[in-house]
């Protein structure tokens, strides 16, 4: 059996079959077919009428990306294919888009890649503080900074605030040298990185000579109110529930804040709860505010890192059962 799919731009066939047709195996491994190019598109072979139907709706959403101009990666194929695994693509195909965020120092695009940070763009462009709470790899922290260069470099804000908290994770690293900042520094290096890929160097000292960016722990926020800026607490899975609440209670006039973390990462000691876990749960009513739960879909590092989580996570669930004694 097989079934045929058109293509109104010459070159889009080539497109969607990727680089040594390597998008094409993806999409034949995962629905058992064969997918060949023809003059004016592909023709899809195989056994079963709804895979091919799968796989030739699949391809249709790859030259709709095409045509907008979104490059078809690796990733963005393995996202597609990942939707029609878990059934959500209804959703994902109809919805979602990778809108342009802003362009970094090099010229390159930063793009929401997925539908979960699809949600978490448009919350911090609707909200005045968004929680986005999920695994490492889904973009949380690197998001946010592209939101926030974006509101600078329109001027919707006057200044960018970074912030996490120095918690070690579960080292103990004892005697740091250096005057104060060179022992804070290595925890905001993230920070540091992201700024100084999206603003290049030069940009981004000159404002951080400014005082226009400021890049410091949490404990340096108590006490201020910060209007006019956009403000991310990076890593506020380690706040406790006093620091998250002085946090939040710093966001002033004409500001927008973000708080990321991943509640499954907590470097706090046992006897202490997460201030992300409780304050997501206290205000998620609250109007202004949003929260974006990314999941191990929403990943856009090396798969093999998709992979790690599910596995931590099974065993997490196997754990969780055998207390429950199921």
């Known amino acids: 059996m097989e079934k045929r799919i058109t293509f109104d731009h010459t070159g889009a066939g080539m497109a969607v079959m990727g680089a040594f ?46 045509q907008a101009g979104h490059p078809l990666t690796e990733q963005l194929v393995r996202y597609l294919i990942d939707a029609v695994r878990s059934g959500d693509q209804e959703v994902v195909f109809k919805e979602f888009s990778p809108d342009i965020i802003c362009v970094n120092a090099k010229g390159r695009p930063i793009l929401s890649k997925t539908f979960g940070q699809k949600k978490y763009v448009e919350s911090i462009e609707k909200n005045e503080l968004t929680f986005a709470i ?79 960016i400021e890049v410091s722990p949490l404990a340096y926020m108590r006490g201020r109110t910060l209007d006019d800026a956009f403000i991310i607490l990076d890593e506020a899975q380690n706040t406790t529930r006093e620091q998250m609440k002085m946090f939040l209670t710093r966001i002033g006039f004409h500001a927008k804040a973000v708080v990321t973390g991943d509640i499954t990462q907590i470097d706090l000691p046992p006897d202490r709860r997460s201030g992300l876990e409780e304050a997501a749960k206290l205000l998620s009513k609250v109007e202004g505010i949003g929260t974006i739960r990314l999941t191990q879909r929403d990943i856009v590092r090396n798969p093999l890192v998709q992979r790690i989580i599910q596995a931590y996570e099974a065993d997490h669930i196997k754990k969780q059962n055998r207390k429950r004694g199921m």
């Open 134 to 212: 999920g695994p490492a790899g889904t973009g949380k922290t690197y998001l946010a900074v592209a939101m926030a260069v974006k509101a600078f470099r329109e001027h919707n804000v006057s200044r960018i605030i970074l912030t996490r908290p120095a918690v070690e994770a579960g080292e103990k690293l004892g005697f740091l040298p250096g005057a104060l900042q060179d022992k804070v520094d290595p925890y905001m290096r993230p920070l540091y990185d992201a700024l100084n890929d999206l603003m290049g160097t030069d940009s981004y000292l000159k404002n951080m000579d400014k005082g226009l």
């Open 21 to 66: 047709n390597g998008h094409a195996r993806l999409v034949d491994e995962l629905f058992k077919v064969e997918t060949d190019t023809t003059i004016d598109g592909l023709v899809v072979r195989g056994e079963n009428e709804a895979d091919i139907d799968s796989a030739i709706q699949l391809y249709a959403k790859m030259e709709v990306l095409h």
